[in-house]
């Protein structure tokens, strides 16, 4: 089990997913400003011939640096639009019938089609699958009497990090669920 480290900035925006190691090199940098996470992942290193223990290095699994991460209100701060994220964000579930399914039978819609001028942007994408998808072809949703079952929206950066890290750990998740967007699926009624 490769567990991820979840990087913030100092002023506890996310920034990415990182490994172990990275996370180690941050404590052995002392640029580790404080720590948000439930929870330690032991690195273990080499064993001390002098006194035959091994020493290890305790890393929290959320952690915030030093430094601003600059670019991160500017650009970056929406992910970028993959089938992957896409059917992720939709739970793998055709926004049209409304059943779940696997990978190979989705595909991407586009709620105003490109034949039209829709645009392959978060805001008009869902996921559908192919059975639909056909049968919606190149018409608007009005002249075929489909409908949606949920909005179609652009996950913010901290929806991304969820998105893209099948291995979230509880104290990750609920950190960045109180920061996804408004309309996302995945913020927790409050
Ligand atoms: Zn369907």
Redesign the pocket.
């Known amino acids: 089990m490769n567990t991820l480290i979840l990087k913030l900035d100092i002023a506890g925006q996310p920034v990415g997913w990182i490994s172990r190691e990275e996370g180690a090199l941050l404590y052995c940098r002392d640029q580790v400003a404080w720590e948000a996470g439930e929870q330690v992942v032991r690195l273990h290193g080499g064993e001390s011939r002098l006194t035959g223990t091994r020493s290890f290095l305790d890393i929290n699994t959320i952690v915030a640096t030093r430094s601003h991460d600059k670019g991160l209100l500017s650009k970056g701060d929406v992910p970028c639009l993959t089938n992957k994220q896409l059917f992720s964000r939709d739970e793998y579930m055709?926004?049209?019938?409304?059943?779940q399914?696997g990978n190979s039978l989705l595909t991407r819609d586009h709620v105003m089609p490109l034949s039209r001028g829709g645009l392959d942007i978060w805001e008009n994408v869902v996921t559908?699958?192919?059975?639909?998808?056909q049968?919606k072809d190149n018409a608007l949703l009005s002249e075929i009497n489909m409908k949606l079952i949920a909005v179609p929206y652009a996950p913010n950066r901290a929806e991304g990090l969820i998105l893209t890290n099948r291995r979230i750990l509880a104290d990750q998740m609920a950190f960045l669920k109180t920061r996804v967007g408004k309309g996302s699926r995945l913020r927790v009624a409050a």
Do not use: E, F, I, V
């Not at 055709?94 to 059943?99: D, P, S, V």
């Open positions: 055709c926004m049209y019938c409304g059943k399914y559908a699958c192919r059975s639909c998808n049968t």
